[in-house]
């Protein structure tokens, strides 16, 4: 428990200061630029939810991962090959 009073307190002091930095990067926009329309309109948002629910779903046949587990394989002995 000796190392843990060193290690606990650094994991959470790393933790608030990669949170403050993200807020003045990301939120404050410190280094300048903008937030993007298509990020915070709320439009834009709904424009896109109806295209992709427009969308024609068309799909194919169940693709299996792996066919070996399903045992459903023909083994062919050596000598028809």
């Known amino acids: ?24 990067v990301a939120d404050k ?4 630029g903008t937030t993007p329309k298509t990020v915070s ?13 427009a969308w024609p779903r068309t799909a194919g046949p169940p693709v299996v991962m792996n066919p070996i587990t399903r045992q459903n394989f023909i083994v062919k002995s050596k000598t028809e090959a």
Not at 4 to 23: E, H, M, N, R, T
Not at 29 to 32: C, N, Q, S, W, Y
């Open 1 to 24: 428990m000796g190392r843990a009073k060193y290690i606990i307190p650094a994991v959470l002091g790393s933790f608030a200061i990669s949170y403050v930095a993200d807020q003045l």
């Open 29 to 32: 926009k410190i280094f300048g």
């Open 41 to 53: 309109s709320q439009e834009w948002w709904e424009e896109t939810d109806k295209k992709f629910q």
